[in-house]
């Protein structure tokens, strides 16, 4: 079965920067997209940002230019590096990946466990 752990949330002041990581483990699995969301209180899920399996990335309007998303394969590992944080990014954030476990012809969605991020002075 594969787990997500995710690590590096926190509190950080306004216009700070936050690293977070979320590494797959398990056994003989195959990762394609992986993808950062969030969370705030009563509100939905959004998606943050994506990476497909050949580097291509995508990024809510909300984050461009201050967020960046990448991956590290051989690590099974993704990380969103975020800059010039306001405090309305903050959020509970959850990686997702889409996975496809050995001998089976299906991908399934594995999210971890979420992380807070709270930007407040």
């Known amino acids: 079965q594969v787990q997500l752990v995710e690590s590096g949330g926190g509190l950080v002041q306004p216009g700070g920067s936050l690293r977070l990581s979320c590494a797959a483990s398990?056994?003989?699995?195959?990762?394609?997209?992986m993808a950062w969301y969030r969370q705030a209180p009563g509100k939905q899920r959004l998606l943050v940002a994506g990476i497909t399996s050949d580097d291509s990335t995508t990024y809510a309007d909300f984050v461009k230019g201050r967020f960046t998303i990448s991956r590290d394969n051989a690590k099974n590992t993704v990380y969103l590096e975020m800059n010039s944080l306001k405090p309305e990014d903050t959020a509970v954030y959850y990686c997702k990946f889409v996975v496809r476990q050995a001998r089976r012809t299906d991908r399934q969605d594995i999210w971890g466990q979420g992380t807070q991020v709270t930007v407040s002075s």
């Open positions: 398990g056994r003989s699995f195959v990762i394609y997209d």
